[in-house]
């Protein structure tokens, strides 16, 4: 069963990767190039790049192939603060934007550059909230949002919003101070749609009702560093006697406890209420990772 579940969720990545790398390369292909409005992070830095190489020298360099060489050192970054399974998905969905921003032709789609700025925005968003959503990243800057929303606890559209002041600031500098309005609105855009897919700051209370509480109980446990209330209780059809598990986690921990509780106990039934404020000690990720940290030295 558990392998089952392994194979499902490396099915669903490879498919996020294949599908956020299509339509981050159609966002800069069809709506963001041809408008002369930048992305946000390293695609809009290698937009900048490609621009600034085509009109000093004269020579036409494909933005993918300038989004491929700047996610190196960042990848790199990533794979020593983040981990090893993040950054090898982040990066494989970095080069595959990278091939299809090449392969894909460059061409308008609507001569009406707000229209441009909104759509390519937004197609970024959904671009880049979904990987996040499962667990990795478009590469670039995302992994340096995911960083800074570690040590900061800010949302990640908001990081995103604070490290694209600089492309904005060249754009208009540069290219004409329009080019850099449209360019907050499409960054803005994106942030939204971030911010509303990618909710891994907000908390989740799960109520598990199982048969099989010390299986599910021992797995997640060892999956998450999070509190468990057991509550004995009795079904009233059968009678028959379980627990309900009450545990309260974050939003991006909610894949991993379903897959766990799914697993472990197939006909469980979890219910899933949204938490407005907590009191107490509730790890972080960064906490969590520490405390990980730890179990396995004193092993």
Do not use: C
Request: aromatic content about 10%.
């Amino acid at each position: 069963m558990k392998t089952k579940f392994v194979t499902k969720d490396l099915g669903i990545k490879i498919v996020m990767m294949i599908g956020s790398s299509i339509i981050n390369a159609i966002a800069l292909n069809e709506f963001l190039v041809p408008g002369k409005i930048f992305s946000s992070g390293i695609n809009g830095i290698s937009q900048l790049l490609s621009t600034f190489v085509e009109h000093v020298f004269q020579i036409q360099i494909n933005t993918g192939w300038f989004i491929l060489l700047l996610n190196i050192p960042i990848g790199l970054l990533g794979w020593l603060m983040i981990g090893k399974r993040f950054t090898m998905f982040s990066f494989l969905t970095s080069v595959l934007t990278s091939f299809m921003a090449v392969i894909i032709p460059i061409q308008t789609i609507s001569h009406n550059a707000l229209l441009s700025a909104l759509f390519g925005g937004i197609l970024t968003g959904v671009g880049v909230a979904y990987p996040l959503k499962y667990g990795f990243s478009t590469g670039g800057m995302d992994i340096v949002a995911v960083i800074l929303e570690k040590t900061t606890g800010k949302t990640i559209g908001t990081m995103m919003m604070l490290t694209n002041l600089v492309i904005i600031l060249i754009a208009g500098f540069f290219f004409g101070w329009e080019s850099a309005l449209y360019t907050i609105i499409s960054i803005y855009a994106m942030s939204r749609v971030v911010d509303s897919i990618h909710t891994r700051h907000q908390k989740l209370t799960a109520f598990i009702v199982t048969f099989k509480q010390e299986e599910v109980v021992k797995n997640l446990s060892s999956t998450l560093i999070r509190g468990i209330t057991i509550m004995p209780s009795e079904g009233a059809y059968k009678h028959q006697r379980g627990a309900v598990l009450m545990v309260v986690i974050s939003r991006y921990e909610l894949y991993d406890l379903e897959h766990v509780v799914k697993s472990t106990d197939p006909d469980s039934f979890v219910n899933l209420v949204n938490t407005v404020d907590i009191e107490g000690n509730f790890y972080d990720e960064t906490e969590q990772l520490k405390a990980k940290q730890s179990e396995r030295i004193s092993e």
